[in-house]
């Protein structure tokens, strides 16, 4: 698990601007250990990997980098202390920004964003620090059973703690970079109501950018799509290549569950003899079950489907989380379902295991 917030594909996904003077920037930092001549470089992030923009070398024990920035921007400062490399992300804008790189921390600050982004990077680090501590206890090899369950218990708590935590900076800085930051890469963490309260407090010169209108979109889906809504059709792929609508199946009479899933899901497969069992109470009762898998690889789809005996039909566009279906319908994480009465409502969502079948003995009830 990846908990650092400010790492490099976090701080791609950023993307978006915010007006600064026009003074320009100066740059100055300082590495432990470093010794006279030791490079340090300016980067960027280029589809997840850093790409250098400028290098520079440490005179007098510090480095330097000036220019000007027209609006801030997310950027990298990487150094190497006693031959590993350290890394620190900050926001590039005008002004004066003071970088220091060190074995126990990272830091940026001296303008506006940049200080609010260090309170919030030491906030977070905190709480990873203590999730790094709870997993340490657990590669105790000496640990008793009752021990480790501890042990991994503390490790949810702190792991629920930190999610909690990068939620409450998000909604306090979600007003300014750093906050509309967070929230496009934590939206999927949210509940819809979550994220619709947020893109109301979007500044407007954010609006525009692409993740925040892809954010837009799911919301204005899942609304379409809450319980009490009429079905939305889709048409996908059934495994013999056939094409095959949602209407085809839902209000003409059944309940209809969707069942969101993939075969390198282990949820989804742990979750799948509930499903099996629902399924085989209920297929003989105007009940129907439509998979609709989130695969990527039609041989994994097909494998899964073979291995788990799955007898209800299934479909796809092997387009990942990209499925048109799941973008439709909002779904953030699987395994996923939507329940469809007979006249085709939606009157389910996300239930499984026993919530799933005690509202199947309701709706199904002779």
Request: charged share 30%.
């Amino acid at each position: 698990m990846k908990y650092s917030i400010f790492s490099a594909v976090a701080c791609m996904l950023v993307g978006c601007m915010a007006c600064t003077g026009n003074a320009g920037y100066k740059i100055t930092g300082t590495v432990e250990n470093a010794q006279e001549g030791d490079t340090v470089v300016l980067q960027e992030a280029v589809n997840g990997d850093l790409s250098p923009l400028e290098t520079t070398v440490i005179r007098n024990g510090y480095f330097t980098f000036e220019g000007k920035q027209d609006s801030a921007i997310c950027r990298y400062i990487t150094g190497k202390i006693d031959g590993r490399e350290y890394m620190v992300d900050f926001f590039l804008e005008n002004g004066n920004i003071t970088v220091s790189l060190t074995k126990e921390a990272v830091s940026a600050t001296g303008t506006y964003i940049n200080d609010i982004h260090q309170k919030v990077r030491e906030v977070v680090d905190k709480a990873v620090a203590e999730i790094d501590e709870a997993y340490a206890f657990l590669r105790d090899t000496t640990l008793t059973d009752e021990q480790r369950k501890e042990g991994e218990q503390q490790v949810r708590l702190k792991e629920a703690a930190y999610y909690q935590i990068v939620k409450d900076c998000m909604k306090q800085q979600i007003t300014n970079l750093v906050g509309v930051s967070l929230f496009k890469q934590m939206y999927r963490e949210n509940t819809l109501e979550e994220n619709d309260s947020l893109l109301q407090l979007v500044p407007a010169m954010y609006q525009g950018d692409q993740t925040i209108i892809k954010i837009k979109d799911r919301v204005e889906n899942g609304k379409n799509t809450m319980v009490g809504k009429k079905f939305t059709d889709f048409e996908l792929q059934t495994l013999s290549g056939e094409t095959k609508k949602l209407s085809d199946f839902a209000g003409k009479g059944k309940v209809v569950l969707l069942d969101f899933w993939a075969s390198w899901c282990g949820p989804c497969l742990k979750e799948m003899p509930n499903l099996v069992a629902a399924y085989d109470k209920y297929k003989n009762k105007d009940f129907e079950v439509i998979g609709i898998s989130l695969d990527e690889d039609e041989e994994d789809w097909r494998g899964a489907v073979e291995h788990l005996k799955i007898s209800w039909p299934q479909l796809s566009d092997l387009k990942g989380w990209k499925c048109k279906a799941a973008k439709l319908y909002a779904i953030q994480s699987i395994p996923y379902t939507v329940l469809i009465d007979g006249e085709g409502t939606i009157i389910g969502r996300e239930l499984r295991g026993e919530e799933l079948q005690k509202k199947l003995e309701e709706v199904l009830k002779d």
